[in-house]
Nanobody, 122 residues
Framework: QGQLVESGGGLVQSGGSLRLSCAAS????????MSWYRQAPGKERELVAG????????SYDDSVKGRFAISRDNAKNTVTLQMNSLKPEATAVYFC???????????????WGQGTQVTVSA
C-alpha cells in the first residue's frame, strides 16, 4: 500500500518562503504523476501544482505561477514544493498526491498524504 508523508509546513510571514517535501513509499514512484493540493478552512481542496512522472513537465495554478516551483527526485522518491513570496491567502493544509491511470483498465490508483499546515501571517 502506498504512503505519502509531507513535511516542511509551518508559520511564515507574508513575503517569506517555505519548502514542502513529500516522501513516497510502497509504490513505483517514478510511474506516478505527483501533485500538491491545498485546502483552506471552509474551502474545497484545490490543485496547486503538478509534475509528470519523468519530471519533464510541470503545471501550476495561476495564483502561484512564478512564485511556486514543484520538483521531484525519482531516485529518492521525493517531491518538493518551493513556495516563495508567500501571501496570507496561501494559508491552508497542503497535501501531496500521487496518481496513476492504468490505461488498460481505465482505473486510477491514487494516494494522499496526511497534509501539512502552512500559515502565512500578514
Amino acid at each position: 500500500q502506498g504512503q505519502l508523508v509531507e513535511s516542511g509546513g509551518g508559520l511564515v510571514q507574508s513575503g517569506g518562503s517555505l519548502r514542502l517535501s513529500c516522501a513516497a513509499s510502497g509504490f513505483t514512484f517514478s510511474t506516478y504523476i505527483m501533485s500538491w493540493y491545498r485546502q483552506a478552512p471552509g474551502k474545497e481542496r484545490e490543485l496547486v501544482a503538478g509534475i509528470s512522472a519523468d519530471g519533464d513537465t510541470t503545471s501550476y495554478d495561476d495564483s502561484v505561477k512564478g512564485r511556486f516551483a514543484i520538483s521531484r527526485d525519482n531516485a529518492k522518491n521525493t517531491v518538493t514544493l518551493q513556495m516563495n513570496s508567500l501571501k496570507p491567502e496561501a494559508t491552508a493544509v497542503y497535501f501531496c498526491n500521487a496518481l496513476r491511470v492504468v490505461i488498460g483498465t481505465l482505473s486510477r490508483v491514487e494516494y494522499w498524504g496526511q497534509g501539512t499546515q502552512v500559515t502565512v501571517s500578514a
